[in-house]
């Protein structure tokens, strides 16, 4: 069962993204196939880490600048080769103290639990040949820095060599090699918004156990 053919009413935390006709990916790019059981079954995902250097294309020619995790010194609660390739929604949280709090508005981003917007993969419009695993944390919408970025995205400090906690709760879409770079950073901005709206649901249980998780100190368990 592939994505095209994949209905959300059976999983209510993988979203169909209804295909927007200016988003036309690269047809002679590869991408892998990925299979909405196999996403399935790995969700939700946990990963605790540090923040490493990536090639500093999030901020440089995106304006949305991502947290980089580690593979080496990282625990996943699914092998790290097994993780299944997409854009994701969940949390995340900067810092190792177990003195989380809800995020707010507060500058200090130490210890504050964000909603993300997470991409697994190889990144298809650059071609990386190495997966990794980068979420975008994204500020309140009253906080000064949600729009920070030259194309109006959250801005926050540099978080390098520091641990992070991630929950990558949902599906958004699979990765796409889009054609031109307008086109990448429109349909990023639209998964900050589905994740945003996704990471907001009061009423999701998931969400609500995976944000406790993250704001919590609780070791990652392998599946």
């Known amino acids: 069962l592939l994505l095209s053919s994949f209905n959300s009413r059976h999983h209510p935390h993988l979203l169909t993204i209804t295909p927007i006709m200016s988003l036309t990916p690269d047809a002679t790019a590869k991408t892998s196939d990925v299979s909405i059981d196999d996403v399935h079954k790995h969700l939700p995902i946990?990963?605790?880490?540090?923040?490493?250097?990536?090639?500093g294309r999030g901020s440089s020619d995106l304006g949305i600048p991502t947290a980089n995790l580690c593979r080496e010194s990282g625990f996943f609660s699914t092998s790290f080769d097994a993780l299944p390739c997409g854009i994701y929604w969940g949390f995340a949280r900067i810092g190792d103290s177990d003195k989380a709090n809800e995020c707010d508005d507060?500058?200090?981003t130490t210890n504050k639990v964000y909603k993300a917007a997470i991409s697994i993969g190889y990144n298809p419009y650059y071609g990386n040949e190495q997966k990794t695993v980068e979420p975008h944390l994204i500020?309140?919408?009253?906080?000064?820095?949600?729009h920070k970025s030259s194309c109006g995205e959250t801005v926050l400090r540099d978080f390098y060599d520091e641990p992070i906690r991630l929950s990558v709760v949902g599906y958004l879409r699979p990765e796409l090699p889009f054609e031109g770079l307008?086109?990448?950073?429109?349909?990023?901005?639209?998964?900050?918004?589905?994740?945003?709206?996704?990471?907001?649901?009061?009423?999701?249980?998931?969400?609500?156990?995976?944000?406790s998780w993250v704001k919590s100190s609780d070791p990652v368990?392998?599946?």
Do not use: C, H, Q, Y
Not at 139 to 146: K, L, V, Y
Not at 186 to 198: F, N, Q, T, Y
């Open 46 to 55: 946990r990963m605790t880490s540090e923040v490493v250097r990536g090639f």
């Open 106 to 108: 507060d500058a200090d």
């Open 139 to 146: 500020a309140p919408p009253s906080d000064e820095r949600r």
């Open 182 to 211: 307008e086109k990448l950073i429109e349909a990023i901005k639209k998964d900050i918004v589905d994740s945003e709206r996704l990471g907001g649901e009061t009423n999701d249980a998931l969400a609500g156990t995976e944000r």
């Open 221 to 223: 368990k392998l599946m």
